[in-house]
């Protein structure tokens, strides 16, 4: 092994060759992709270019540029990592991207995926009527999505929310990284018990939403994800059910619920059959976000309260 590496060291000495070889044995190893890229080469030119201090699109001369001894041994140890301990590249990297910002992720936290960022771009238009001066962002893991959202409405104040001492920490990071303490803070809460008396314009919400089955069949790579931020009972709907019980209290009037229940969307219809949720179609890719709104929620609270 230590020899078959040397040898490699050797023969390997510029970007195309560690972005080529990487590709190659991430296929060999079957690895699977969907944690920023989804695709070998694109995960390989990220690890790439990270462990050489480029941006990864820089321009195309730099591929055939040598690296040092020095380079080649950093380059080769990321790629290592990958496919044999088939971490996600964000966790090796410590960054992940969300929304056009860069966000400190770890194995504390999911890495930032959701489609919600293209309903921030959007500004939650056409079902936001009104300008979110408090948004709560629960389940916050990293605090990307809180922390995009104070970005875009700039004269809002955010909360950060999570259940998760570690996420919380994590999300911490972001908010000093971003500079965005006057404005955000992380609070650690089990959906609003620690939020009592606490009120939004906007909640959105990317909680664990995925159901026993799909938890039990995840590739290895989602398994080094926290399994508190994933699973959520049989169906997956475990949280949602909570919080669509108690999420109108901490909306202000025209308030608007966003929340992500990926596959297990069909779940949730079924479960609430009667309910007028609206599943927002995007450009970008994704599934399995809903919206509701204050008012809707309390017409049909009836349906959400346990019998």
């Known amino acids: 092994m230590i020899e078959r590496r040397e040898t ?52 195309p001369e730099i591929l055939q540029a040598r690296l040092t001894a020095e380079e080649r041994r950093e380059v080769l140890s990321l790629l290592e990592r990958r496919f044999t301990e088939r971490m996600p590249a964000a966790y090796l990297t410590r960054e992940a991207h969300f929304c056009d910002m860069t966000f400190y992720v770890d194995e504390r936290v999911l890495v930032p995926r959701s489609p919600i960022a ?32 104070a970005e875009a409405f700039a004269e809002s104040r955010v909360d950060l929310s999570d259940i998760s001492a570690g996420a919380i920490e994590v999300a911490q990071i972001n908010i000093n990284r971003h500079h965005l303490n006057e404005r955000v803070r992380a609070l650690q809460s ?11 314009e906007l909640i959105v919400c990317n909680p664990p939403y995925v159901s026993a ?57 079924q479960a609430f059959p009667e309910v007028p949720f609206l599943w927002p179609e995007f450009d970008n890719g994704g599934h399995g976000v ?9 017409a049909y609270q009836r349906f959400f309260d346990p019998e």
Request: proline letters at 4%.
């Open 8 to 59: 490699n060291l050797r023969e390997l000495t510029t970007v195309l060759d560690y972005i080529r070889w990487g590709t190659s044995r991430f296929h060999e190893a079957g690895l699977c992709f969907g944690h920023g890229t989804d695709n070998a080469w694109d995960e390989a030119v990220l690890l790439v270019t990270h462990a050489l201090h480029l941006p990864p699109y820089s321009k």
């Open 118 to 149: 293209e309903l921030i771009r959007r500004g939650f238009e056409p079902w936001l009527k009104v300008e979110p001066l408090a948004i709560l962002d629960l389940c916050c893991g990293s605090g990307c999505i809180g922390i995009a959202c």
């Open 190 to 200: 089990d959906l609003f018990d620690n939020l009592q008396g606490f009120s939004y």
């Open 213 to 269: 089955g799909d938890l039990a069949e995840m590739p290895d790579e989602y398994r080094l994800e926290p399994e508190i931020a994933l699973g959520s009972g049989e169906d997956g709907l475990d949280f949602t059910r909570r919080l669509l019980r108690q999420a109108a209290a901490h909306l202000q009037p025209e308030g608007l619920l966003v929340c992500e229940v990926g596959n297990s969307w069909e779940a949730l219809e």
């Open 290 to 298: 809903f919206v509701i709104s204050r008012e809707e929620l309390l």
